[in-house]
């Protein structure tokens, strides 16, 4: 692209961080609740929230 | 990312998006009561008080409920047995024929230590309606197959989204939610952010989705392969009519027997969608949480009851076991329910936000659309100095 200085094409690295470790954990959570009962239903619970906490963390620390 | 490449990434994302989109909210909305099928179904039953007796008493033999069943719906054959897996019950469906539609089958529950009728399986609720909706719009294997293409459709909307968000997030902090500049520019936030935290999720309940309009498919290679060569030596042979089938009871033991780890999971009978002509096929399932969903059938032969084959099914029938549960998102008890509306409900909204978004950017030329993904929003360069 031709505008944007070079400072800000920098973080474009770091562009999908938060997008692939939210990702990461959604993969653990679809397939540890496929794996077994109990504790890993419940790991998938916890890893399968983490999409609906980022939105949350977006409404309350990022919205302007 | 250079001007024609994002011209085609963005072309591809508004067509596939304008596509697929009416017919992916039809199916995230009638997704959502059907995420909690089995609980809507169980509020609106009568508990059955017979099912509460002594759970030691023995079970009567699949024979005599065969019999019971059949007197209940004289002139039909058997076609399918299955198992409740957290109470006594068997279902069984009947038919005119071993190889009638649908609409003619009858499935019924009975008791498997009483054989007293626990419940008719009947096709006229709301339940029903949503799952005929959402399986096939009410048109059969067509109608499933044109699912199947919105839902490739779908997974390319999905890439070429993620391909956008690239260039559009680049001057912006993850999660950035502009709420109060425009109404579009919220939108388009709220589109960005929910699209990439639920890609993962929508993903897989995407392509697992697409496998699973293509289940007759699936099992009809199976037949053609699988089966019909385990049963070669029978091909010539004329199919064993309903009346002279073997005991049910002794080809369920036969397979039980062949396989003591593993218990029978559903039984389909010879001519019908999931079994040769001349066999009982026993689908055995395993007995840990992840080989329970993946059968292994025991073909047994339907004239003296003994066993012809036990083969794993192959790979693709096996992806498409696994993409029933990863599509449902019942196999993780309820919260993993209540997780999978959620997703379902921000899909929703990525959905009307992207129709949103393409019906106030319609008429405008395209270079200044591109300029809005390249821009994170902003409509002029003029705004970004």
Known sequence: ?64 | MNRNTLRAWYLVHKWTSLVCTIFLLMLCLTGLPLVFHHEIDTAFQEPDPTLAIDASLPHKSLDELMQIALADRPGHAGLFVSWDEDRPVVNITTAPRPDSTEAEMTLRSYDLRTGGLVGVITDDGVMHFLLKLHTDLFLGLWGMLFLGLMGLLFVAAIVSGVVLYAPFMRRLDFGTLRVSRSTRLKWLDYHNLLGIVTVVWVMVVGLTGVINTLATPIVQLWQMNDVAQMTAAYRDLPPVPPDQLVSLQAAVDTARAAAPANRPQFVGFPGGAFSSPHHYAVFLQGTTPLTKGLLTPALVDATNAELTALRPLPWYVQALLLSQPLHFGDYGALPLKVLWAVLDVFTIIVLGSGIYLWLGRRRAPLEQRLQEVETGGAVSRGRLA
């Open chain 1, 1 to 64: 692209m031709s505008s944007g200085g070079p400072g800000r094409v920098a973080r474009s690295g770091s562009l999908f961080a938060i997008p692939i470790a939210i990702g990461l954990a959604t993969a653990i959570g679809l397939i540890a609740a496929l794996t077994g009962d109990g504790l890993r239903d419940v790991l998938s619970w916890i890893t399968l929230s983490v999409p609906v906490a980022a939105l949350i963390c977006a409404l309350r620390y990022r919205r302007r």
